[in-house]
């Protein structure tokens, strides 16, 4: 029988469950031409009923907006923005587009929002050649005497390209806990543009602002770019605006982790970006809670740059997920997102506390956002075996680097942790201390293994014990018990 038949024999009291029978009607049909693809889905829920979620970056988005994206919007083109499109019949997807875009004002308060980037890494990109077109490219065609980038000679072109590819970022080094696109080597971003880092001081490791305005005033970047994925701490964009106001630079905020702790009121005054920065990027997905996804959200002076962002960077916007995110804002909007945003922050502060009375050292000594970074030199173990031992013992993290970490990007010497995702799930205080107290069992009770050609002590392999791992397994089932991932989908 299919899944939907099968609840709806056995719940037919249950029929307004209209989520439910939405999604095992969809797995039904999925499996009828990918039997494959559909047993994935399943595997996926149940591993994540069967896991702590503790990755910072990620979040249980509601059925509603998961819903919204599997549609016929994924069949229609609609390059351009909304009422300025390349293709016929967009009118619906103009709809969508404006109600996603509408709601982001509304949630931020800002005066202008696009909402086709397809991740933060897209939004960074159509933000920061948004600037560069904006601030470089046109006043230099004027300079030429021309109107469009098409009058220029191939000549005035190159000129003007070199002179694009000549600017200056600032971003927040990966060391410090910046992201790939704020100018890592690795990434175009610093293939693009000359890039210069800056670094969390080496002691506290804080944004250390008195020497930050120094090194801009130094480089004096074009561009001097604020946020981070591995940064315990608010930002103070008052003072980041002035130290790029100093300059002349334009104050780019990546807000992708925090964005929901900005939606919903957390992070207000200075360390509100939006009142402060030119433009601001984000993901859809992380604190905020929606679906995969980006934005740029900008004052007006920016807003037909952004616009602009295809044909810059993207090709056609993906309409489905633009209606995710509608949904998705939407529920940012009510107020009981700033109930969950306020204790996402209290949870993480408990987090953090239980650890700190363990003795752990955390980096920055705690957190003020929504994720904390454990130096795991007490466990005596890299990050990727605390990541592989806490995976067996059904906790999900992320191996994260410390600022100057010895172990290098790949091992570490961390792992971060968040609480966006069980917050979600209604957790509070009492289910951080059991969960601290699991994690601390854990690494307690796992060792580095060795490298058999050597003997030395491995970076990766790890010796566990199985007593209490079956331990820790039966804690985590039993706290999951009590708060079921969708619990309306039964499978
Ligand atoms: N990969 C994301 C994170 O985990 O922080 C950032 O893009």
Redesign the pocket.
Known sequence: MSRLKNYLTSKPENEQHSAAIAYLAALDHIEKTSPSVSASIIQELRDERSHLKL???ENFSSLAVQLAMGNLLTDKYAEGYPRHRFYAGCDNVDAVEEAAAQELIQLFGCDHAYVQPHS?ADANLVALWAILLHKIQNPEIEKLGKKTLDELTPEEYESVRQLLVNQKMMGMSLNSGG?LTHGYRHNISSKMLRSVAYDVDPKTELLDYAALAKQVQLEKPTILMAGY??HPRRLNFAKMREIADSVGAVLLVDM??FAGLVAGQVFQGEFNPIPYAHVVTS?THKTLRGPRGGFVLCQQEYSEAINKGCPVVLGGPLPHVMAAKAVAFKEANRPEFKTYARQIVDNAQFLADCFLQEGVRLVTGGTENHLMILDLSKFGLTGRQAETALREAYVTV?RNAIPNDIQGPWYTSGIRLGTPALTTLGMGKEEMKEIASIIFSVLSNTKAGVVQKTGQPSKASIITDSAIMDQARSRVKNLLSRFPLYPEIEI
């Open positions: 990755i910072a970056s933060g992201h994925s591995a992708a982790h993901t992320n």
